[in-house]
Nanobody
Framework: VQLVESGGGSVQPGGSLRLSCAASVFTYSRYYLGWFRQAPGKEREGVACINSDDYTTYAEAVKGRFTISQDNAKNTLYLQMNSLKPEDTAMYYC???????????????????WGRGTQVTVSS
């Protein structure tokens, strides 16, 4: 499984960005995809998850502001980020796996496949 993120950049507080992740996991009948982030000096944390049934789940810190989605025809995962805050500044990673025992997860341990990340900076 290969994952390549894009779409990061710098934005002012209150602004929006859309991250993309080209993923080769869509060939599996069951899979789940996640977005994670890691700020300097902090541990990597889960942001959102979507699975092959289009079930989604979000971390409390981003609920109502971020939307995870997928386009199977384009083999692409998205993260629409609105109302961005300085505390959203981090390296953002997409991750994927197809463990049939897991429905969807924002836990790092649930994933074996990771992208290299894309930087998001929110600053005035």
């Amino acid at each position: 499984v290969q994952l390549v993120e894009s779409g990061g950049g710098s934005v002012q507080p209150g602004g929006s960005l859309r991250l993309s992740c080209a993923a080769s996991v869509f060939t599996y009948s069951r899979y789940y995809l996640g977005w994670f982030r890691q700020a300097p000096g902090k541990e990597r944390e889960g942001v959102a998850c979507i699975n092959s049934d289009d079930y989604t789940t979000y971390a409390e810190a981003v609920k109502g502001r971020f939307t995870i989605s997928q386009d199977n025809a384009k083999n692409t995962l998205y993260l629409q980020m609105n109302s961005l805050k300085p505390e959203d500044t981090a390296m953002y990673y997409c991750a994927a796996d197809h463990d049939s025992r897991i429905w969807c997860s924002t836990s790092l341990r649930a994933y074996n496949y990771w992208g290299r990340g894309t930087q998001v900076t929110v600053s005035s």
